[in-house]
């Protein structure tokens, strides 16, 4: 059952281009849209997935998900994706219980996925140089719920950081490379250490620079693509789309190893 402080989607249906909410249920409270007054009392008490009627409409009530919580984001910056966030993630096997790191926040993109991925009881810490894309960052996690499973930090991730022991660390920033040294020790060993960038020189400047760490091997360098298709069976169409995001960055994966 649903109840006050629940975070919850309500996505509209039976619309070719369907408009969500996300809303922080609490009693008394209305949401104006296009397709009539959400009631918050209409939803307290029912449970997802099931249908509420509205002046102009009807929605459904979901469960968010990370790709959900994206999506209501403000973006200050550049930001790792769905498909690479979740790459990312699986790459580490981010899990709950975990304590992983990121750097640089940026519009908190990751470090919602990452939230998502560890929590109740794993933590991220998350470390950026810019103050005004911390904040923002800060108001987009609080959309979602899940501020107690992440610490922010404004610091220069070049330099030494208080926190050790990392199950995982995440660098999304133009110059990982300066940070492969900091990073890598503060890893547990067998810790993974996951850079995202999108130009060739970074990926070989980053790589070289984790060749020459004893604390670190460096295991793949790779690419996602994706196609998003359009399909509509009444007319058999099915083909990709014409236009699309067609390249985001690359990821590099490395291990943190107990030199001898
Ligand atoms: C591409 S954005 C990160 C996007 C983020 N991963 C997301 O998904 O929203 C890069 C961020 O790194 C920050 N940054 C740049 N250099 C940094 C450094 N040395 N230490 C910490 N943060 C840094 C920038 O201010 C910027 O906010």
């Known amino acids: 059952m649903l109840k006050e402080g629940d975070i919850v989607l309500i996505t509209e249906i039976s619309s070719r281009h369907p408009k969500s909410w996300l809303l922080s249920l609490a009693k008394d409270t209305e949401l104006s849209t296009h397709l009539g007054k959400i009631f918050h009392n209409q939803i307290i008490g029912k449970k997802y997935g099931e249908v509420i009627i509205l002046t102009k409409g009807k929605a459904i009530i979901m469960k968010p998900s990370p790709r959900d919580y994206l999506r209501q984001f403000k973006l200050k910056t550049q930001i790792l994706y769905e498909d690479d966030c979740a790459i990312a993630c699986s790459?580490?096997?981010?899990?709950?219980?975990?304590?992983?790191g990121e750097a640089g926040t940026g519009s908190g993109a990751l470090?919602?996925?990452?939230?998502?991925n560890v929590q109740p009881s794993g933590?991220?810490?998350?470390?950026?140089?810019?103050e005004d894309h911390l904040a923002n960052a800060q108001k987009n996690l609080a959309k979602t719920g899940m501020t107690d499973v992440v610490t922010f930090k404004l610091q220069d991730i070049r330099l030494p950081i208080e926190e050790c022991e990392f199950d995982a660390f995440f660098l999304d920033f133009s110059s990982p490379y300066e940070a492969i040294d900091t990073v890598a020790i503060v890893l547990r060993g067998g810790g993974h250490l996951v850079c995202f960038v999108p130009n060739w020189g970074q990926v070989e400047k980053t790589v070289a620079q984790i060749r020459k760490c004893p604390y670190l091997i460096h295991r793949e360098t790779f690419e996602i693509t994706r196609r998003n298709?359009?399909?509509?069976?009444?007319?058999?169409?099915?083909?990709?789309?014409?236009?699309?995001?067609?390249?985001?960055?690359?990821?590099?994966?490395?291990?943190?190893?107990?030199p001898d």
């Open 229 to 258: 298709f359009i399909v509509n069976p009444n007319n058999h169409i099915m083909r990709p789309v014409f236009r699309d995001l067609v390249y985001s960055g690359i990821l590099i994966h490395a291990i943190r190893i107990n």
């Open 111 to 116: 470090t919602m996925f990452l939230a998502y």
């Open 91 to 100: 790459l580490a096997g981010v899990g709950s219980s975990m304590k992983v």
């Open 123 to 130: 933590h991220v810490f998350s470390y950026e140089i810019n």
